[in-house]
């Protein structure tokens, strides 16, 4: 298998680092960064670039007030409260990975027989295109190309789009650049998938554009 179709391109890991994803497309990243420690650790070099040009730039201002309320925070030893998201499942009890607490999870809603999605609403981006997607066994998802980038992060099962054989814990990375897309399921297994887009997909299908507007992708 061609290892560089099972990750984030070094682009997608720079923008994630610099805060440029979407937080749909940025949630997908996080997931396949907690449980790939090749990419965690390229992240770690991003994010060391980027605070060696930050220590080029000139200070910045800060006000006497927000100053004097920094101090005061220190002075009292005060830790700021977070509340720990619970933890999220699907809608049949699916435990999904850490990265994805916080995360509201729609029902399971009907495409075919064989193809179910679920909506993810992302914390503050309600509005992303983001889904989990379940593809029976041997079924494959409508073919599609791309007008912007397509993260998708295999939970369980697996599945081939002609390019490589994907397994959990993979992501794939789609774009303008890869004219036809028809993921298919392998193995006995269905499969589950989290993925999100920047743009609507082209779909190539009747069924996919008839469900299209349904599931925002």
């Given at each position: ?44 070099r991003f994010d060391a670039v ?165 599931m925002g992708i």
């Amino acid at each position: 298998m061609t290892d560089a179709f099972r990750h984030p391109s070094d682009e997608t890991l720079q923008r994630y680092a610099s805060g440029g994803l979407r937080p749909g497309l940025a949630l997908v990243v996080r997931v396949h960064l907690g449980g790939c420690p090749s990419c965690r650790a390229a992240l770690r070099r991003f994010d060391a670039v980027g605070g060696a040009l930050l220590d080029e730039l000139p200070p910045a201002r800060i006000s006497p007030v927000l100053l004097e309320k920094i101090f005061a925070r220190i002075d009292s030893g005060e830790a700021p409260q977070e509340a720990r998201p619970a933890p999220v499942f699907t809608a049949d009890g699916f435990a999904l990975p850490a990265a994805m607490a916080g995360c509201r999870i729609g029902p399971w809603r009907f495409v075919h027989p064989k193809l179910r999605w679920a909506r993810v609403e992302v914390p503050g981006a309600e509005a992303d295109r983001v889904i989990l997607l379940k593809i029976a066994a041997g079924f494959a998802a409508p073919a599609h190309s791309h007008r912007g980038l397509e993260l998708t992060q295999v939970l369980a099962g697996g599945f081939t789009d002609g390019r490589a054989q994907y397994e959990p814990g993979d992501l794939i990375e789609a774009d303008e650049s890869l004219a036809d897309h028809e993921p298919r399921v392998t193995g006995d297994e269905d499969c589950l998938c989290l993925a999100a887009v920047e743009k609507p997909l082209r779909i190539h299908s009747l069924l996919g554009r008839l469900f299209q507007p349904l599931m925002g992708i």
